[in-house]
Protein backbone atom coordinates (compact mmCIF):
# COMPACT_ATOMS: atom_id res chain seq x y z
CA UNK A 1 0.00 0.00 0.00
CA UNK A 2 1.37 3.54 -0.72
CA UNK A 3 1.61 6.38 1.87
CA UNK A 4 -1.59 8.45 2.01
CA UNK A 5 -0.73 12.39 1.18
CA UNK A 6 -2.60 14.62 3.08
CA UNK A 7 -1.40 17.49 2.27
CA UNK A 8 2.08 19.09 1.31
CA UNK A 9 3.29 19.08 5.03
CA UNK A 10 1.84 15.30 6.22
CA UNK A 11 1.50 12.27 5.07
CA UNK A 12 0.48 9.06 6.35
CA UNK A 13 2.70 6.21 6.09
CA UNK A 14 2.04 3.33 4.84
CA UNK A 15 3.00 1.23 7.85
CA UNK A 16 0.48 2.62 9.93
CA UNK A 17 -2.50 2.25 7.38
CA UNK A 18 -3.77 -1.98 7.21
CA UNK A 19 -6.46 -2.77 5.44
CA UNK A 20 -8.65 -5.84 4.87
CA UNK A 21 -11.20 -7.37 2.31
CA UNK A 22 -14.52 -8.61 3.76
CA UNK A 23 -17.66 -9.56 2.21
CA UNK A 24 -20.24 -6.72 1.79
CA UNK A 25 -23.73 -6.45 3.02
CA UNK A 26 -26.68 -5.32 1.02
CA UNK A 27 -27.58 -6.07 -2.60
CA UNK A 28 -25.88 -7.77 -4.90
CA UNK A 29 -27.22 -11.62 -5.89
CA UNK A 30 -24.91 -14.29 -5.88
CA UNK A 31 -22.11 -12.20 -6.24
CA UNK A 32 -22.05 -10.55 -2.71
CA UNK A 33 -21.60 -14.08 -1.02
CA UNK A 34 -18.72 -15.21 -3.42
CA UNK A 35 -16.77 -11.61 -3.92
CA UNK A 36 -15.16 -9.35 -0.93
CA UNK A 37 -15.67 -6.21 -2.03
CA UNK A 38 -15.95 -4.65 1.41
CA UNK A 39 -12.69 -2.68 2.46
CA UNK A 40 -11.94 -1.78 6.09
CA UNK A 41 -8.94 0.69 6.40
CA UNK A 42 -7.20 0.60 9.73
CA UNK A 43 -5.34 3.82 10.51
CA UNK A 44 -2.43 3.44 13.88
CA UNK A 45 -3.88 6.54 15.68
CA UNK A 46 -2.37 5.72 18.28
CA UNK A 47 0.95 4.92 17.77
CA UNK A 48 1.24 7.32 14.90
CA UNK A 49 3.98 9.99 14.40
CA UNK A 50 3.05 11.88 11.37
CA UNK A 51 0.58 13.90 13.22
CA UNK A 52 0.77 16.43 16.36
CA UNK A 53 -0.79 15.56 19.53
CA UNK A 54 -3.07 18.10 18.73
CA UNK A 55 -4.10 16.53 15.90
CA UNK A 56 -4.70 13.06 17.23
CA UNK A 57 -7.04 14.39 19.82
CA UNK A 58 -9.36 16.46 17.99
CA UNK A 59 -9.05 13.47 15.28
CA UNK A 60 -10.41 11.31 18.08
CA UNK A 61 -12.74 13.53 19.21
CA UNK A 62 -14.50 13.96 15.48
CA UNK A 63 -13.97 9.96 14.65
CA UNK A 64 -14.83 8.91 18.22
CA UNK A 65 -17.11 5.99 17.39
CA UNK A 66 -14.90 4.93 14.22
CA UNK A 67 -12.00 3.98 17.36
CA UNK A 68 -11.79 0.31 18.41
CA UNK A 69 -9.88 -0.97 21.45
CA UNK A 70 -6.41 -1.20 19.91
CA UNK A 71 -6.62 2.46 19.35
CA UNK A 72 -7.40 2.14 15.54
CA UNK A 73 -9.22 4.49 13.63
CA UNK A 74 -11.54 2.26 10.88
CA UNK A 75 -12.88 3.64 7.95
CA UNK A 76 -14.79 1.39 5.93
CA UNK A 77 -15.98 1.74 1.85
CA UNK A 78 -18.63 -0.87 0.54
CA UNK A 79 -20.52 1.25 -2.54
CA UNK A 80 -19.12 -0.09 -5.39
CA UNK A 81 -18.42 -3.61 -6.35
CA UNK A 82 -14.90 -3.24 -7.32
CA UNK A 83 -12.41 -3.44 -4.13
CA UNK A 84 -9.99 -1.20 -5.49
CA UNK A 85 -12.90 1.21 -5.92
CA UNK A 86 -13.91 0.75 -2.30
CA UNK A 87 -10.36 0.85 -1.14
CA UNK A 88 -9.41 4.34 -3.12
CA UNK A 89 -13.00 5.93 -1.92
CA UNK A 90 -11.62 4.27 1.95
CA UNK A 91 -8.30 6.35 1.88
CA UNK A 92 -10.43 9.14 1.04
CA UNK A 93 -12.12 9.39 4.07
CA UNK A 94 -9.81 9.04 6.07
CA UNK A 95 -7.98 12.09 4.33
CA UNK A 96 -11.11 14.35 5.07
CA UNK A 97 -11.47 12.98 8.40
CA UNK A 98 -7.54 14.21 8.81
CA UNK A 99 -8.33 17.47 6.95
CA UNK A 100 -10.97 17.95 9.60
CA UNK A 101 -8.81 17.64 12.69
CA UNK A 102 -6.15 19.88 10.93
CA UNK A 103 -8.40 22.88 11.41
CA UNK A 104 -8.00 23.87 14.88
CA UNK A 105 -11.38 25.12 16.53
CA UNK A 106 -11.95 28.93 16.73
CA UNK A 107 -12.02 30.00 20.20
CA UNK A 108 -15.26 31.26 22.17
CA UNK A 109 -15.46 35.26 22.46
CA UNK A 110 -17.38 36.41 25.52
CA UNK A 111 -20.25 38.76 25.02
CA UNK A 112 -22.61 40.21 27.09
CA UNK A 113 -26.14 40.33 26.90
CA UNK A 114 -27.78 43.46 25.65
CA UNK A 115 -29.68 45.56 27.57
CA UNK A 116 -32.42 45.76 25.20
CA UNK A 117 -32.35 41.99 25.25
CA UNK A 118 -32.33 41.98 29.19
CA UNK A 119 -35.14 44.44 29.33
CA UNK A 120 -37.48 42.62 26.33
CA UNK A 121 -36.88 39.37 28.63
CA UNK A 122 -38.10 41.11 32.01
CA UNK A 123 -41.18 43.08 30.19
CA UNK A 124 -42.14 38.98 28.95
CA UNK A 125 -41.69 37.88 31.94
CA UNK A 126 -43.44 40.21 33.98
CA UNK A 127 -46.42 39.70 31.25
CA UNK A 128 -46.99 35.91 31.90
CA UNK A 129 -46.76 36.87 35.60
CA UNK A 130 -49.43 39.08 34.69
CA UNK A 131 -51.48 36.98 33.03
CA UNK A 132 -51.22 33.74 35.49
CA UNK A 133 -52.14 36.32 38.19
CA UNK A 134 -55.31 36.97 36.51
CA UNK A 135 -56.20 33.56 36.34
CA UNK A 136 -56.26 32.31 40.11
CA UNK A 137 -59.64 32.33 42.38
CA UNK A 138 -60.93 35.53 43.81
CA UNK A 139 -60.78 35.40 47.54
CA UNK A 140 -64.25 37.02 48.68
CA UNK A 141 -63.19 38.21 51.83
CA UNK A 142 -60.93 40.03 50.26
Do not use: C, Y
Not at 106 to 118: D, E, G, L
Request: aromatic share 2%; charged share 25%.
Amino acid sequence: MLDLVINHQITLPARELTWTAVRASGPGGQNVNKVSSKVVLKFALARTEALSVSVQQRLRQIAAHRLDAEGNLVVTAQESRNQLTNLRRARHRLAELVHAALIPPRPRVATRVSRAVQRARLVAKRRVALKKQSRRRVDPDE
